[in-house]
T-cell receptor, first 113, second 114 residues
Framework: KNEVEQSPQNLTAQEGEFITINCSYSVGISALHWLQQHPGGGIVSLFMLSSGKKKHGRLIATINIQEKHSSLHITASHPRDSAVYICAVFKRGGMEYGNKLVFGAGTILRVKS | SAVISQKPSRDICQRGTSLTIQCQVDSQVTMMFWYRQQPGQSLTLIATANQGSEATYESGFVIDKFPISRPNLTFSTLTVSNMSPEDSSIYLC???????????FGSGTRLTVV
């Protein structure tokens, strides 16, 4: 079983819809990352969080440490949000920015106009 | 947060040849990380590059196949040596930046080996 599981694997939405992507993990972590990867391959870091909730524009990320679960929400989705969204965790006890970053398989999001 | 310039963005290479990928960071960073993303897969850490010392490779990756240089605190290269079609992947560099985002990634190098 993977240490980081994402759902759904694929998601198609209509423009304007509210989108939720889920991430569950089975290890102790010091922080969780949400990343966005566009078709060209480049990756943008959206959020790093260790508790509570963060908001940036139309994006909201939440984490529940007790339940080992995080969600990424996109409000008023737009075709430009189409990308792969990746959850990654810093395993507790590893180097803060080192080789203890574990990635989920990613969620492929397509937003249709 | 830091800005990374990664080159080349893509390349098509003949098997048996080598390709060197460069990452330039706009600020000094202690550690740089190199990742591979095979088609349809998530990211896998190849190695951690520290300035002034040998890179630390993850299980399954060896220096002869993926030599790394880290001549200063803003620059690193990854070479993919003696390439085969199985090396066709996206290669990304990354640095830890602290603050709200934690990591900055390069724009990726999409490598196709024919």
């Amino acid at each position: 079983k993977n240490e980081v599981e994402q759902s759904p694997q694929n998601l198609t939405a209509q423009e304007g819809e509210f989108i939720t992507i889920n991430c569950s993990y089975s290890v102790g972590i010091s922080a969780l990352h949400w990343l966005q990867q566009h078709p060209g391959g480049g990756i943008v870091s959206l959020f790093m969080l260790s508790s509570g909730k963060k908001k940036h524009g139309r994006l909201i990320a939440t984490i529940n440490i007790q339940e080992k679960h995080s969600s990424l929400h996109i409000t008023a989705s737009h075709p430009r949000d189409s990308a792969v969204y990746i959850c990654a965790v810093f395993k507790r006890g590893g180097m803060e920015y080192g080789n203890k970053l574990v990635f989920g398989a990613g969620t492929i999001l397509r937003v249709k106009s | 947060s830091a800005v990374i310039s990664q080159k080349p963005s893509r390349d098509i290479c003949q098997r048996g040849t080598s390709l060197t990928i460069q990452c330039q960071v706009d600020s000094q960073v202690t550690m740089m990380f190199w990742y591979r993303q095979q088609p349809g897969q998530s990211l896998t850490l190849i190695a951690t590059a520290n300035q002034g010392s040998e890179a630390t490779y993850e299980s399954g990756f060896v220096i002869d196949k993926f030599p790394i240089s880290r001549p200063n605190l803003t620059f690193s290269t990854l070479t993919v040596s003696n390439m085969s079609p199985e090396d066709s992947s996206i290669y990304l560099c990354s640095v830890g930046t602290g603050g709200s985002y934690g990591y900055t990634f390069g724009s990726g190098t999409r490598l196709t080996v024919v």
